[in-house]
């Protein structure tokens, strides 16, 4: 059974930092590709960002490209995504994803099989 736990969330003010790790178990984690998403209240679901298996590639969202990187640390069975220059349009929940096929590098929600249970990002102006 596939279990990802997020943690690192917190209050922030406008122009922090924050870094963002999400915890993998139950399968081999170096196999698959990992992403990011977030929720403001709201709104929909949203890509943030997602690492390739072997962390080759990334892609981002046009809203977080230059101030988040996603990386991962196939030794430790997690991913991390470093936010920085936080804006107060970040305020979210952000999840941990995975795909359920080893061979995908999604970029949205539809090619996601598992997600953990989030963490919450607030920024203050």
């Known amino acids: 059974q596939v279990q990802l736990v997020e943690s690192g969330g917190g209050l922030v003010q406008a122009g922090g930092s924050l870094r963002l790790s999400c915890a993998a178990s139950g399968r081999t984690f170096s196999s698959y590709a990992m992403g990011w998403f977030r929720q403001a209240p709201g709104k929909e679901r949203e890509f943030v960002a997602v690492?390739?298996?072997?962390?080759?590639?990334?892609y981002y969202a046009d809203t977080v490209k230059g101030r988040f990187t996603i990386s991962r640390d196939n030794a430790k069975n997690t991913v991390y995504l470093q936010m920085n220059s936080l804006i107060v349009e970040d305020t979210a929940v952000y999840y941990c994803a995975a795909p359920g096929v080893s061979t995908t590098t999604p970029v949205g929600t539809d090619g996601m099989d598992y997600w953990g249970k989030g963490t919450l990002v607030t920024v203050s102006s």
């Open positions: 690492v390739s298996w072997n962390g080759g590639s990334t």
